[in-house]
Structures are given as structure tokens and as C-alpha cells.
């Protein structure tokens, strides 16, 4: 009954708590339900899922000729989500200037990542993925979330570099850092 009183944002926030509290109880054995994580150095997975930029659906294919930045993350408005969501918008023009565009991927709906969108001011897009296709082709799925990876894929759709052990206030630098040790091979 006490649950009930909460909103739906600290529901979610509880729900993933116990979940990342569970995987570490569980000696993080639950960490491998996410898959094997894509090769480096390989074509990376393709994907097509829904957006919260009213533009239908974003494909990998949409950004050839850029470098990408497609991040996983559990869950809109959590606050380690928002930190990095926050971190990834302030170093926008960093990320444009050197042609890449930044894309975040969680199970959250196209209604909630607007919703999120709008209240954090990103000018990225979020996409939708409800049924986790794309987070397990990633290796970054557990149980019914995203799990925090970040992956760096060249103009010419090769991945080229991976994060899984990602701190949501230094990410977008670290990011910056590997995107500009790749540009400069």
C-alpha cells in the first residue's frame, strides 16, 4: 500500500536498485545474462528502433559517414542516468565538432524519454528499445533493463571501442578522450 503512494519515476528507481543490489548479492553472476559483448573491430550489430525526436524510427545505417556514440542506460530520470544524460548534453558541441553524434538507448518508451528529454533539455536522441533486441545484441541487457555500456562506432559502422564499467559523471569525457585517440590513428 505504501508503494502505491509513490510515482511511477521512484517505482522504476526501487526497481532497478534491488535489481543492481540483487546482481551484486549474486557475486554478479546476473551481469552475464546480458550476452557476450559485440567484437571489436567487426561490423557493429544494426539496429532500427523508435525515437522520442518525432522522426519515426533511427537506424545505425542514418549515421554512416559519422562516428557514433550509442550509449545503454537502465532507466530515464534515475539519477546516475541523469547525471550522464546531463554530462553527455553539455559536451554536445564537443561530440559535433568532431563529427559524432550521440545516441542513448534504455527499455524506457518513446512517451517517457520525451518526457525526459524535455525535462533535462537534451538535444540527442533517446530511442526505445521495449523489447531489449537491440541492449542483447549489445550484451547489454539484464532481466528487463539496459545495463550501462557505451560502445564508439566508426563513419563506416565498425565498432572500435567499448565501455562497460561506466561512472555516470566521468563517462562523456572518458568518451571524448577514446574518440579522440581513434580520430587521430
Not at 4 to 20: D, K
Request: with cysteine; hydrophobic share 40%.
Amino acid at each position: 500500500m505504501i508503494l502505491v503512494s509513490f510515482g511511477r519515476r521512484s517505482l522504476l528507481s526501487l526497481a532497478i536498485a534491488l535489481i543492481f543490489a540483487l546482481s551484486s548479492f549474486c557475486g554478479g553472476a546476473a551481469w552475464a545474462m546480458g550476452g557476450t559483448l559485440p567484437p571489436l573491430d567487426q561490423p557493429a550489430p544494426t539496429f532500427s528502433l523508435p525515437t522520442n525526436t518525432g522522426d519515426g524510427e533511427i537506424a545505425l545505417e542514418d549515421y554512416r559517414g559519422q562516428w557514433v556514440v550509442l550509449y545503454f542506460y537502465p532507466a530515464d530520470f534515475t539519477p546516475g542516468c541523469t547525471i550522464e544524460a546531463r554530462r553527455f548534453q553539455q559536451d554536445l558541441p564537443k561530440y559535433i565538432d568532431r563529427n559524432a553524434q550521440v545516441i542513448g538507448v534504455s527499455a524506457d518508451d518513446v512517451a517517457l524519454h520525451e518526457e525526459f528529454c524535455d525535462s533535462e533539455g537534451l538535444r540527442f536522441p533517446l530511442l526505445a528499445d521495449t523489447t531489449g533486441a537491440v541492449s542483447q545484441a549489445y550484451g547489454s541487457w539484464i532481466y528487463s533493463r539496459s545495463v550501462r555500456h557505451s560502445f564508439i562506432i566508426d563513419p563506416e559502422g565498425v565498432l572500435r571501442d567499448r565501455f562497460v564499467k561506466v561512472s555516470p559523471s566521468i563517462h562523456s569525457v572518458e568518451v571524448l578522450d577514446h574518440l579522440d585517440a581513434l580520430q587521430n590513428v
